[in-house]
C-alpha cells in the first residue's frame, strides 16, 4: 500500500514554497544573464568587457548559491519524514541567503566587482584599479554570510540524525556493512543527507577560513597566506559545495520514484559502500582543479586525478541502475514530475563523461581552461540537479497543491532537455575546437559555436519561465488538495 503524499506536517510541507518561489526566480535572473553572456561572445551584442566579468561573477555565485538554496529544500522536505528538524534554522539559512545575495549584488552593481564566484586570492584585493576594497569585502562577506547561513543548516541536519540514530556511522551503515547487524540500513534519504553534511560542513569551514584570510588581507596587506594553499582551500570550498547539490537534489529520486512504483528503495549493502566512497571521494577530488598548479605535489594531483574517475561513479552507478530496476516492469503511470526524475539520470550521466575525459591530466592540461569545462558541468547542473528540482516542484503541484498535467507540461519537459542539450552541445563544441573559458572577447572562428548556445540558451531560459509561473500558479494551494488520500489513507495511485 502505498500514496505518492510525503507524511510531514502541514508547516514544513508549506516551509519550502518561499524558498522555491524565490530559486526559481533567481535561477531564471541568472540564466537571462547567460544568455546575455553569450549574445556578447557571439558578437550580437555589445557588452562592454568590464559588465561581461560583473556578469559572468553574478552567475557563476547565483547559480551555485540558488541551485544549493534550491535542493536544500528537497533535503529538509523529505528528512523530516525520519528526524525532528527545527525549523526556525531552516528560515534562519534563507534569511542569511537573502543578505548574502544583497550585498554581492551590491558589491559587483555599486562597486564593480567582477573577480569570479572563486575569488581567488589575492584577486579580490589585486585588481588593477577595477574595484576597490569596499567592493572586495562586501562580496567576500556575502559569501561568508551565505556560507555560514547553510554551516548552520546542515549543522541542525547532523544534531538530528545523530539524535535519532546515534552517530554518523549508523546513519552511514557501517553496523550492516561491517556485517554487524543483518538486513537494510537507515532510509536512503537518511544515508544521502549524511554524505552532504559531512561533506559540505567540511566545505564551508575550508570556505570560511579563505574568506576571512582574504577580508583580513584586504585591510592589513601584510597579513598573507600562501596562495598554492588559499587555493586549495578555496577550490576544496568550492568543488564540494558544487558537488553536493546532486547528492541533496538525488533525494527526491530515491523518495518519489518509490512511491510512483510502490516498490521501496532499500539501503541494502552495495549502495551503503558506494555512498561511503562517495563521501571520501567528493571530499578529496577537489585537486582535479590544480593539475596546472605544478608546484602541487605531484602525489596529491595523481590522487585528484585518479579518484576524480570514481568519484561520482558508485553513487551514480547504484542510484542510476536502481532508478531503472524500481520501474522496470512496475506499471508506473508517468507524470511530469516522474518523468523528469527519470531524466535527470540521464542528465547525470552524460554530464559525468566529458568530466571525466577532462579529469585526465593530459588532457587537462589541454582542455582546463576551454569551454569543455562549462559544458560538462552545464549538464549535470542542467539537466541532472535542475532536473531533479523541476521533477520535485511539479510533484508538489500537482500531489499536494491539485494541478494537473497538460500537453504543454509534457512537451516542455522535453523542450527543456533538448534545449540544454543544445547549450551544453554547443559549449563541448567550443570546448573542443580550444575555445577559452571566461573570455569576453572572442575570435571570429569561435562565434558560431556562441550563436548556436545564445539560442539555445533563449529557448532553455523561456521553458523555465513556463515552469515557474505554472509553479507560482499552485504553490499557494501546495498543503490543501484533498483529492489524493492523506498519508494514513488508501492509495490513490499505483
Ligand atoms: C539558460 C541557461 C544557462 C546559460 C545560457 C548559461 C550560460 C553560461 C555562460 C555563457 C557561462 C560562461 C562561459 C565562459 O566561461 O565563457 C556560464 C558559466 C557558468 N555557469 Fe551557466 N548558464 C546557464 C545555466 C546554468 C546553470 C543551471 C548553472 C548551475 C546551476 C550554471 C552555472 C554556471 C557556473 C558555475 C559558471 C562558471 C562561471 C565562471 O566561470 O566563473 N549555469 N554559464
Ligand atoms: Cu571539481
Not at 577530488?285 to 558508485?314: C, R
Not at 571566461?438 to 571570429?444: I, Y
Request: glycine share 10%; with cysteine; proline share 4%.
Amino acid at each position: 500500500m502505498h500514496t505518492l503524499r510525503v507524511s510531514i506536517d502541514l508547516k514544513t510541507k508549506k516551509s519550502v514554497v518561499f524558498p522555491l518561489v524565490l530559486s526559481g526566480a533567481l535561477l531564471l535572473l541568472m540564466m537571462i544573464v547567460g544568455v546575455l553572456m553569450l549574445l556578447a561572445q557571439g558578437k550580437l551584442i555589445a557588452l562592454d568587457p568590464r559588465m561581461f566579468y560583473k556578469i559572468m561573477t553574478l552567475h557563476g555565485t547565483g547559480m551555485i548559491g540558488t541551485a544549493a538554496l534550491a535542493v536544500s529544500c528537497i533535503m529538509w522536505y523529505f528528512l523530516s519524514q525520519y528526524v525532528s528538524l527545527k525549523r526556525s534554522v531552516f528560515y534562519v539559512n534563507l534569511i542569511f541567503f537573502i543578505v548574502g545575495v544583497a550585498m554581492v549584488l551590491v558589491a559587483i552593481f555599486a562597486y564593480d566587482f567582477a573577480g569570479g564566484w572563486t575569488f581567488l586570492y589575492p584577486l579580490p584585493s589585486i585588481s588593477g584599479g577595477m574595484w576597490g576594497k569596499t567592493a572586495a569585502a562586501l562580496y567576500l562577506g556575502g559569501m561568508l554570510v551565505i556560507g555560514s547561513g547553510f554551516l548552520i543548516l546542515f549543522l541542525e541536519a547532523a544534531r538530528a540524525m545523530i539524535k535519532q540514530y546515534g552517530s554518523f556511522a549508523a546513519t552511514l551503515g557501517w553496523p550492516q556493512i561491517l556485517g554487524q547487524k543483518k538486513g537494510f540500513g537507515p532510509p536512503p534519504t537518511v544515508v544521502a543527507s549524511t554524505m552532504v553534511c559531512i561533506v559540505d560542513i567540511t566545505a564551508i569551514i575550508a570556505g570560511a577560513a579563505i574568506l576571512l584570510i582574504s577580508l583580513i588581507n584586504l585591510y592589513a596587506p601584510g597579513f598573507t597566506i600562501d596562495p598554492l594553499l588559499a587555493k586549495n582551500l578555496t577550490y576544496g570550498f568550492g568543488h564540494v559545495l558544487a558537488n553536493s547539490t546532486i547528492y541533496m537534489a538525488v533525494i527526491v529520486v530515491y523518495e518519489l520514484l518509490p512511491r510512483y512504483t510502490g516498490r521501496p528503495w532499500k539501503s541494502n549493502k552495495i549502495f551503503l559502500i558506494a555512498w561511503n566512497i562517495s563521501t571520501i571521494f567528493t571530499l578529496i577530488i577537489y585537486p582535479h582543479h590544480l593539475l596546472m598548479d605544478f608546484v602541487m605535489p605531484k602525489w596529491m594531483l595523481i590522487m585528484g586525478q585518479v579518484l576524480s574517475y570514481l568519484n561520482g561513479i558508485p553513487v551514480l552507478v547504484i542510484t542510476a541502475y536502481g532508478a531503472l530496476m524500481i520501474v522496470y516492469r512496475s506499471g508506473i503511470k508517468w507524470d511530469v514530475a516522474s518523468g523528469f526524475l527519470y531524466l535527470s539520470m540521464f542528465g547525470w550521466v552524460i554530464g559525468v563523461i566529458p568530466a571525466i575525459v577532462d579529469a585526465t591530466i593530459v588532457i587537462n592540461h589541454v582542455m582546463h581552461n576551454t569551454k569543455w569545462v562549462p559544458g560538462h558541468f552545464h549538464m549535470y547542473m542542467g539537466i541532472g540537479v535542475c532536473s531533479m528540482l523541476i521533477g520535485f516542484m511539479y510533484y508538489l503541484t500537482k500531489v499536494e497543491g491539485g494541478r494537473s498535467d497538460s500537453k504543454m507540461d509534457f512537451l516542455t519537459l522535453w523542450l527543456f532537455v533538448l534545449t540544454f542539450l543544445g547549450l551544453t552541445g554547443s559549449f563541448l563544441f567550443s570546448g573542443a575546437d580550444s575555445t577559452p573559458r571566461r573570455w569576453a572577447e572572442h575570435l571570429p572562428e569561435w562565434i558560431p559555436a556562441d550563436v548556436m548556445a545564445a539560442f539555445s540558451g533563449m529557448a532553455v531560459t523561456l521553458i523555465f519561465l513556463l515552469f515557474i509561473v505554472r509553479f507560482i500558479n499552485y504553490s499557494s494551494k501546495i498543503g490543501t488538495n484533498k483529492d489524493h488520500t492523506d498519508n494514513m489513507g488508501t492509495p490513490t495511485h499505483g
